[in-house]
């Protein structure tokens, strides 16, 4: 987003519908050509520098807190900040890899947010964290990013029907489908 020129060689997988994609040959950040007017918009992981400094640069959704959480009491639907996949081959092979996974990451998640919630040493340096997390809970009951299939379902099924409209692939999947059994 804020440091110029190409960044790899973007590439998609095939497609039901095939799109464009072109490289920043220039030697200008995106947030540079979205200032511009070069580009229209920008999706990414971060925000644009001038959108601190561009009156015009601007985020679509200035309200995105409030439409997320109306979004979640109407629809509990809420984005999912990642998935992991393994391979086909590797859980054929070694089907314990799943569950081992899965309690790693409950573990690792359990840990983080003890240390997020404990406040009498706050870890990070963000103002309004006590008020951020006051919402966690009111909005999540404490964890915004559930694990397992029923209390993503919604959102899943969201996904998918996203995904379908958009005719990235042919025909809508059972949420079940996608995940393998874990072993406890």
Same mark, same amino acid.
């Given at each position: 987003m804020n #440091? $110029? &020129? $190409?960044? &790899? $060689?973007? #590439?998609?997988?095939p497609l039901l519908k095939k799109i464009s994609i072109e490289n920043n #040959?220039?030697?200008?950040?995106? &947030?540079?050509? !979205?200032a511009e007017g %070069?580009?229209? %918009?920008t999706l990414g992981t971060s925000l644009p520098d001038e959108i601190r400094t561009n009156p015009d640069v601007v985020r679509l959704f200035p309200n995105y807190v409030e439409l997320d959480k109306e979004l979640y009491n109407r629809k509990t639907i809420y984005l999912i900040m990642h998935l992991v996949a393994i391979k086909k081959t590797v859980y054929e092979r070694y089907p314990f890899v799943a569950t081992s996974l899965y309690d790693a990451f409950v573990k690792s998640k359990k840990i983080a947010l003890e240390k997020l919630f404990n406040l009498r040493a706050v870890r990070y340096m963000t103002p309004f964290l006590m008020r951020e997390i006051d919402d966690i809970w009111e909005v999540f009951n404490g964890d915004p990013w559930?694990?397992?299939i029923e209390p993503n379902r919604q959102t899943l099924e969201a996904l998918i029907t996203y995904q379908r409209d958009l005719r990235l692939i042919a025909a809508p999947v059972k949420?079940?489908? !996608?995940?393998?059994? #874990?072993? &406890?």
């Open positions: #440091t $110029s &020129g $190409s960044h &790899g $060689s973007p #590439t998609v997988l #040959t220039t030697r200008k950040t995106l &947030g540079q050509l !979205l %070069a580009v229209d %918009a559930p694990y397992e949420v079940d489908d !996608l995940f393998v059994p #874990t072993y &406890g």
